[in-house]
């Protein structure tokens, strides 16, 4: 086979099992290869050695730093890089990493979030070496992917609860293999994260201080144009943005990182990249990087990169499908396979989710909720804020077979030995893809659509996880001890109950429609409709108990998470407040200020020489009001935002921010842009939507 630029390329950068196999002697790599795969404990001499080895292959690669790679409860990754040079005492340095540099890092955590778990346990926190995770350079610093924790071993990061739910993930889904008689070595989720992004010029994002501060416009009118024309979609990419596509493909794949599928999304100058799935927090730890090269390489051509789920108003915003399924060993467990028995296996896992979905609809809400996010869920471009699961035809056919206890369903069935309905090979192309969906079979794995484009995917994972190990638990512990033709008949059994139980949530129409709203209430189903609302449910006991029954989150870890949660929340919006009010008070009322002085001026001199400049006159009057109404709305929210933030319980100050600071701001931009109509463009401050979202 001949080899490309791309093939060579592929993971250079990226210290691989391969690379570690090379470098290191045998019993070092199998030991270490225990450590990764079966989750054994890492000892110091072996560390030493891998630390040895990964140092000397970074040094070739012109590394001349390291540094630990972690996911604080921001959601965005932090590093602090520290060089190799050790000083021989002779003016002259030595290159050195040692086996506790890599393991363990101790970064000043007491700037990062920790939503006051660090005052309650001062516990310092530290990062520990995930080695489910591969090395990589970036800019020259060996990046080694870490956990970040408490000295008393709380989790203060994203990814730890992560490691935790898979571990309870694996650990229950085995049990149910062990019943069917698969001895499988690892069970693992799979994640394909599809991000969604927008792309403008780099001058025009250097001019709206809005973006600059918050990510998002916080003014501006409708476009002439939207994305209504329906042109954009999978349209020829532009040559600027796909140089930039190309400089992202090439980045990505040194990392590792298996970028597959770049297209033109539905609104103007909106993109996306899926990469091809991998093991679940790996493929986060692999959007994450995708998510930073995305914005810094924009930079390379004069574009700038806004990853915020709402950028622009009247057009769609972007999210972040997380496509997900089960593996165990090779085989994915959510996809329907040609024996009865086989077809049993994945009905047990199909009516998991169903049920893990209907169980913890309010977690999951939770885990995608975001002051961004908000924006988009229930906008009739998103999902609702209401949780379903959507099964597709085929699929929602054969359930409701087995909840109504029909022998035969649709024509494409037959009805088999077990008692288990065939599931036809079409399945996987069957799926009409309902995109108002929340969560949706498609075929062989499920898609989760609510979450944001700018998050970190573990919290929703965490959720996901979790939920269906609980579910493999129940299964496992309803039949143990069960064989043969016993084991098939009680497995059918639990299936059909357990579709039965939580049919509520199967949901095929419509997502956006407000019928279904009225039907999801008949049907007992939350209705999460906003950040505020969604935050307590961490807090909730029934999902204390549930979290810490499979040792993801304590009670402590959640309350933080929660705080941490409400405060970025609350945190967001004064921001965003403040720059409104920036904006308001020192570009838009100067602009309207001058131009309506203008225009007086004008109106005055052609009254002197006696021209009837009534439009004029009429023109000065209307810019004046608006001048007055943007005043007035300005000080309405300043005084509303100050009032906020003095609130000391976290849930009443979310509250507040979404009950009286964000109606604020949408009049003050209902002000603006009121004026924005009518302003002439040499005064208008800032670049307007139909030049931000419409460039070449
Ligand atoms: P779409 O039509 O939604 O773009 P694709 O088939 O292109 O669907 O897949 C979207 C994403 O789903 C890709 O990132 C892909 O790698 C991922 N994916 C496919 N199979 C699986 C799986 N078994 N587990 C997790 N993700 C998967
Ligand atoms: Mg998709």
């Known amino acids: 086979m001949g080899k490309n630029k791309v093939t060579e390329e592929y993971g250079s950068l990226l210290c691989t099992e391969a690379v570690l196999q090379d470098r290191l002697p045998k019993p070092t790599y199998r030991a270490l290869m225990r450590v990764m795969k079966e989750g054994e404990p890492l000892d110091l001499d072996i560390a030493n050695e891998v630390a040895h080895a990964m140092k000397d292959w970074a040094l070739e690669k012109g590394a001349t730093h390291f540094a630990h790679w972690f996911q604080p409860l921001t959601g965005i990754t932090s590093e602090k890089h520290d060089s190799f040079i050790t000083p021989k005492g002779d003016g002259s340095v030595l290159m050195t990493f040692s086996g506790k540099e890599l393991v363990q890092g101790e970064p000043d955590a007491s700037s990062f979030p920790s939503g006051g778990l660090r005052a309650t346990f001062e516990a310092r926190g530290y990062t520990a070496w995930d080695p489910t995770s591969p090395a990589f350079i970036k800019d020259e610093v060996l990046c080694i992917p870490t956990a970040f924790i408490s000295y008393t071993g709380e989790a203060l990061d994203k990814k730890t609860p992560l490691l935790r739910a898979q571990v309870a993930l694996e650990t229950q889904a085995k049990r149910v293999l062990t019943l069917f008689g698969h001895d499988v070595t690892k069970v693992s989720t799979t994640i394909g994260p599809e991000q969604e992004y927008f792309l403008i010029k780099e001058a ?14 916080l003014f501006g009118c409708e476009p002439a144009k ?23 493909d090439a980045e990505l794949w040194k990392l590792g990182v298996p970028a597959k599928t770049k297209h033109n999304e539905v609104a103007p100058s909106q993109h996306e990249l899926a990469p091809i799935f991998e093991q679940g927090s790996l493929a ?61 296996q994945f009905l047990v896992f199909l009516a998991a989710l169903v049920a893990a979905v209907d169980m913890h609809a309010d977690l999951l809400r939770q885990s995608v909720a975001s002051a961004g996010n908000d924006h988009r869920l229930g906008a009739n471009e998103a999902p609702p804020a209401i949780i379903s699961v959507f099964l597709g035809d085929e699929l929602d056919s054969i359930v409701e077979a087995l909840i109504n206890d029909e022998p035969t369903v649709s024509h494409a069935l037959l009805h088999m030995d077990l008692g288990v309905p065939a599931l036809p090979d079409v399945l996987q192309d069957n799926t009409d893809r309902n995109r108002t969906s929340p969560f949706a079979f498609t075929g062989n794995k499920f898609e989760f659509r609510m979450c944001g484009s700018q998050q970190n995917l573990s919290d929703p994972n965490v959720v996901l996880d979790t939920a269906v190990a609980e579910q493999c638990d129940a299964f496992a512990t309803a ?54 609302d969604a935050l307590p449910s961490l807090i909730d006991p ?45 570009l838009y009322v100067p602009a309207l200020s001058e131009y309506s002085g203008d225009l007086a001026t004008s109106v005055a001199t052609k009254a002197e020489i006696g021209i009837d400049a009534t439009a004029e006159r009429a023109l000065t009057s209307k810019l004046t009001e608006g ?70």
């Open 226 to 248: 939207g994305q209504e024309l329906e042109e954009h979609y999978f349209g020829a990419i532009r040559p600027t943005v796909n140089a930039f596509m190309k400089e992202v």
């Open 542 to 586: 029934k999902n204390v108990a549930f979290y810490e029954k499979y040792h993801v989150l304590n009670e402590a870890e959640l309350r933080a998470r929660y705080i941490s949660k409400a405060e970025q929340y609350a945190k967001l919006i004064n921001i965003e407040a403040n720059t409104m009010v920036y904006m308001a008070r020192h």
């Open 479 to 532: 039949l143990a001890g069960k064989e043969g033709e016993d084991f098939a008949a009680a497995a059918l059994a639990w299936v059909k109950e357990t579709l039965r139980a939580h049919q509520r949530v199967i949901f095929e129409g419509n997502g956006y429609s407000d019928e279904w709203e009225a039907e999801a209430v008949r049907r007992g189903l939350p209705n999460l409709k906003s950040t505020p």
């Open 204 to 217: 025009d994002y250097q001019a709206r201080p809005d973006l600059v501060l918050t990510g998002r416009t």
């Open 284 to 344: 986060i730890d692999d959007n994450l990087l995708t998510m930073e090269k995305l914005k810094l390489l924009a930079t390379h051509h004069g574009l700038a990169c806004l990853e915020h789920e709402k950028p622009f108003e009247y057009v769609n915003g972007s999210g972040k499908h997380n496509n997900w399924s089960l593996c165990a060993d090779d085989k994915n467990l959510l996809e329907p396979g040609a024996e009865p028995s086989e077809n049993l």
């Open 627 to 696: 001048i007055n109404a943007i005043c007035a709305a300005t000080d309405d929210l300043d005084g509303r935002n100050a009032e906020t933030r003095a609130i000391e319980d976290p849930q009443r100050e979310c509250d507040a921010y979404r009950g009286a600071v964000l109606p604020a701001m949408e009049r003050l931009r209902a002000a603006v842009d009121a004026m924005e109509e009518f302003c002439g463009t040499d005064y208008w401050p800032v670049p307007t939507y139909n030049t931000m979202l419409f460039w070449v």
